[in-house]
Every structure is written in C-alpha cells, then in structure tokens.
C-alpha cells in the first residue's frame, strides 16, 4: 500500500494541493464545535465523554483528509468514524439495554459482519455506491430504536431522529459528484456540518436516556 498516493473522489478537488477543498476543509469545524459543546454536557458520564473526544478526533482526521488527500489521511479519517461507531454500540447495548459488559463487546464483535454483508447490498442502491460503507449504520440504529420502542420509548424516538439526520447527510454525501456539473462546489461539506450536527445529537441522546430517571425514559 502506497501511504502517499494521492487521492481525488470530490467534487471541489480540482488538483492535488493542499487548499484545493478550501470548503470541504474547513467545514470540518463543525465537528470541533459539535464535540465542545457537548463535553461540558456530558461531564457526568464517562462514555458520553469518549464519544465527545472521538467526535472531535473526527474533524480532525477529516480535516487531514481534505487537505493533504492521500492515502494515510484517508485512514486517519475514516478509523476515527469506525471507533465512534464502536464505541455507540458497545454503550448502547450495555446502558440502553441493560446488558452485561461482555454482551456489548459481542455486539461490537457483531458489528463487522453485519457490515460486510450489508454493504454490498447498499452498494447496489443507483446512486448510493460512494456512500454504501455507511449504509448499515443507520439501519443499525433503527434496529435499536424498534427494539427500544416499549422499554424506552424516548429514547427511541430520540435514535430514529439521529437515524434520519445521519440518511440525510448521507443522501448530501451521495450526491456530490453527480450533481458535480450544477454546483462546482459540490455538496460534501453539507455532509460535514449536518453529520456533525447527527453525531452529535446521538451523544445527547444518550446522555438523556442516562440522566433520565427511569419514569421519565417513556
């Protein structure tokens, strides 16, 4: 593996210097800004914390990505997203289902082939094939909120709307090199700010569900 090659899958990537994604780049703030806010939100919860450290690792790997857009930012991207999404199903397992420690390391174990069998079938979806890797999350996280609905019905109110914000910056991701020709700047730095915003929201709403006393989580 070539660690240095250069690599160009954006629509505002016009070469290969470092500013060339001027607006893919920056937007990465946004990730920055969803993390501080929610670090002082979460100071009783140890895992909310996490999260919150890992979301901001995000805009920064992100931010490597954008500018020096070779291979090894790309991993610097893209492992910090895999932790985050580890981490959420590892906690929601264990505090929004109440199951033991190594029952939630199972469903992060689980993880991996759920993925690998599912990210073929998103890659078949016309349109979807850039952005299929990140199908099954989701997916995954209305499977949480169904299976929630009865024990903790906010709480599953709460994921489904993270699920639809995470869709929507999905369907912006997507659609960045086919509409390429109509807005030179493409759409994948709206991808940035709203997954930022989805990311960040899914902290709050374990957070909540935490804080909740048990009478409230319906």
């Not at 593996?1 to 990465?28: H, K, V």
């Not at 500018?67 to 930012?73: G, H, I, N």
């Not at 073929?120 to 209305?142: D, K, N, R, T, W």
Request: contains cysteine; aromatic residues 14%.
């Amino acid at each position: 593996m070539d660690l240095t090659q250069t690599l160009d899958g954006y629509c505002e990537r016009l070469d290969p210097s470092f500013w060339a994604e001027p607006i893919n780049a920056i937007t990465n703030v946004a990730f920055l800004i969803s993390a501080i806010i929610m670090w002082p939100r979460s100071r009783e919860l140890a895992m909310a914390r996490l999260l919150c450290v890992i979301l901001f690792v995000i805009g920064i790997g992100s931010f490597l990505f954008h500018t020096y857009a070779q291979t090894w930012a790309a991993i610097a991207d893209v492992l910090p997203i895999i932790a985050y999404v580890l981490a959420y199903i590892f906690a929601a397992t264990r505090d929004f289902y109440g199951q033991k420690t190594w029952v939630a390391a199972l469903a992060v174990a689980l993880f991996f082939p759920y993925a690998a069998a599912l990210v073929p079938l998103f890659a078949q979806i016309p349109g979807f094939e850039s952005s299929s890797a990140y199908g099954p999350v989701p997916l995954l996280i209305v499977i949480y909120a169904v299976g929630l609905r009865n024990k903790a019905p906010q709480t599953a109110r709460n994921l489904a709307i993270g699920a639809g914000l995470i869709c929507l910056s999905l369907f912006l991701r997507s659609i960045d090199i086919p509409l390429c020709h109509a807005l030179p700047y493409g759409t994948h730095f709206l991808w940035h700010v709203l997954n930022a915003v989805a990311l960040g929201w899914m902290i709050e709403t374990y957070r909540r569900h935490m804080l909740a006393p048990p009478k409230n989580l319906g």
